[in-house]
């Protein structure tokens, strides 16, 4: 029997306009924050709290030959972040519903920045529990991560229901037993 459902959040709760973020930030800052072409993937290093903000930013600035202050970088992607990014209010007001008969988390892919302005927001006030990689250390695509979940959660696979956007997610999430 299902009693916990687990949400991702980017393109399912919310969904940011990635082209308009970046398109303004560009305009104001002349950096782009599409990830810089470098040996190591600094997105995922982000997203999995290897190297901090103020890391990734700089190198942002550094591969568009631009000097500005790191964290005025930061507020900018901020502002320009939570000015194209959507939240689903029906989504919003069915997870509220979901509370009342399921235990309902976050398990999301995002760094310190997008956690953040969405904390901000509140969107996270509504889940029981909140699972970000950043602070975790690892992303759904890898290996045993939900197994990881469900122990800090103490539950079972077949007791869980996982909602995500992406296929390789869902098929991760199945491969170890969840719905």
Known sequence: MISTIIFDIGQVLIK???DKINNAVIK???VSFFKPKADIDYNSELKRGKISEEKYFEVLKKVSNKD???KELIKIYEKYYK?????NQSLVSLIRNLNKVYYVVCLSDTNSVNARVNRSRGIFSIFKECFFSFENGFLKSDYNTFSKILKKLNKKPEECLFIDDYKP?????KAEGLN
């Open 16 to 18: 940011p306009d990635w």
């Open 28 to 30: 104001e800052t002349g």
């Open 68 to 70: 500005l202050p790191t």
């Open 83 to 87: 000015k194209f990014t959507k939240i």
């Open 169 to 173: 997610n869902i098929i991760g999430a």
